[in-house]
T-cell receptor
Framework: QKEVEQDPGPLSVPEGAIVSLNCTYS??????FMWYRQYSRKGPELLMY????GNKEDGRFTAQVDKSSKYISLFIRDSQPSDSATYLC???????????FGSGTRLQVQP | GAVVSQHPSRVICKSGTSVKIECRSL??????MFWYRQFPKQSLMLMAT?????????EQGVEKDKFLINHASLTLSTLTVTSAHPEDSSFYIC????????????FGPGTRLLVL
């Protein structure tokens, strides 16, 4: 079993839809949770960064962390064709600084 | 946001040659940099962790004599692929951990290596 599970998709939605992306994990030591967006042939871009449980909102993006369920989510409101990319969840504990990544979910927003 | 650059962005080389990839944090100091490898439609695979002024820590299965890492300063780390072979062709991405906001990593744009 992988440490971080993420549905690879592809997930196809119409423009304007609310998108929900999710990851589950098994390591209860993870404390820091991130979402990255990666366009084809580019490096990942940090979207959201959350410490421990709770919600964080930034513009059209909302990140949620439920440590009791070992489940994290990224919501995208009013999705745009420019949001079409691969979204990677990543997490780390307090000691080991390297990130553990999910496999990435490919999102396609249809105009 | 913090910016990490990589150079070159793309390189094509002959089998047997060595290739050096640079990773720079442009507007912050990075005590730790990470090197990843990514195959098409797959997630990032951590190769090694590079700490400024000390030897890199390699992940299991990564040959340290083949992938030489040097982290000479707080803003520069280099990855040298020695005696490259076609199976080394891949997308190599570095990331840098911001010294101030310790858990956040920022990624470079990646280097596409093609070994003929």
């Amino acid at each position: 079993q992988k440490e971080v599970e993420q549905d690879p998709g592809p997930l196809s939605v119409p423009e304007g839809a609310i998108v929900s992306l999710n990851c589950t994990y098994s390591n209860s030591a993870f404390q820091y949770f991130m979402w990255y967006r990666q366009y084809s042939r580019k490096g990942p871009e940090l979207l959201m960064y959350t410490y421990s449980s709770g919600n964080k909102e930034d513009g059209r993006f909302t990140a949620q962390v439920d440590k009791s369920s070992k489940y994290i989510s990224l919501f995208i409101r009013d999705s745009q064709p420019s949001d079409s990319a691969t979204y990677l969840c990543a997490m780390t504990d307090t000691g080991r600084r390297a990130l553990t990544f999910g496999s990435g979910t490919r999102l396609q927003v249809q105009p | 946001g913090a910016v990490v650059s990589q150079h070159p962005s793309r390189v094509i080389c002959k089998s047997g040659t060595s290739v050096k990839i640079e990773c720079r944090s442009l507007d912050f100091q990075a005590t730790t940099m990470f090197w990843y490898r990514q195959f098409p439609k797959q997630s990032l695979m951590l190769m090694a962790t590079s700490n400024e002024g000390s030897k890199a820590t390699y992940e299991q299965g990564v040959e340290k004599d083949k992938f030489l890492i040097n982290h000479a300063s707080l803003t520069l780390s280099t990855l040298t692929v020695t005696s490259a072979h076609p199976e080394d062709s891949s997308f190599y991405i570095c990331s840098a951990r911001d010294r101030e906001t310790s858990e956040t990593q920022y990624f470079g744009p990646g280097t596409r290596l093609l070994v003929l």
